[in-house]
């Protein structure tokens, strides 16, 4: 029962498709809840020897729980065949903050928090009041998850760690957080689950605000359709988001975009390419500033 639970749990975050691909390979590896668009060789159906494990729909495969399966398209004249492995890579402490990120969302109801203790929790896990609690929010969750935290101002101390464990810090400022990983030799342009995200502005700050990465589609040639969960955005409250991010932009200020309009089929997410921070009459552009690795 409980892994018939965990299987549509999984299924519920599945994501969906997104435009470009790499070509149908015989073999690939996905994670539970993970799903990867291929440019298929030909028009077809799709049929699966597991489907519980993992399925195709269009032009994408879904993987559901971990095993593996045998998936065929098929047409009148034509068969291509792709073995499926779905194996969990990610930290069950990380799928846990993951679960949490998404429950508070749905709690908080995109209800405007305001910035004290009394009316904000993740500030008073924080400590401090009146601040931009987007760090505060994945902390609250990564903590609460038990996912080891480095003490508070020791972002500039924190040294590579020896292993992948999943870690990260106890701080809420956006950039001492990309310092400490940093330090950790911990950032990246490849997303995973569970990863944080922070993004910068261009022409305003380098570091405006982070959020955690739930969901992630590999597109193809370096392109990922990433889901978000983040805090103190939109007017002081939780929101999901979804957007196309290009880890290979030539230039990393325009690697963020929508879209397209027709594959927007999540209730409750917010489909956004670069968003924009609006000061002094001007209006700035987002971009992705870095990938923090939790995990590795």
Known sequence: MMKRLLCTVLALTAVISCALAEPLPEYVQLAPGESKAFDLPFAGSWESEMPEIAYGAGDTIYALCEGTTMLYLMNADEEAVIEVEVKDQ??????????????????????????TKRGNKYIKWWGYENIGWCGAFVGYCLDTAGVELEPSDNWKKVKPLPDGRPYSLREAGVPKLRTGFTNMDRITNEPRPGYLIIFGAKGYYADVHVGMITDVVDCGNGVYQLFTVEGNIGGSTVKRYSFLYDSKAADVKTNMSYLPEEEWTEAGVYYEGPRQTKSDGKKYNWYVQAICQTWQ
């Open 90 to 115: 990610v930290p069950a402490e990380i799928r846990e903050a993951i679960r949490i990120a998404l429950q508070e969302w749905e709690e908080v109801g995109e209800k405007r928090l305001d910035k």
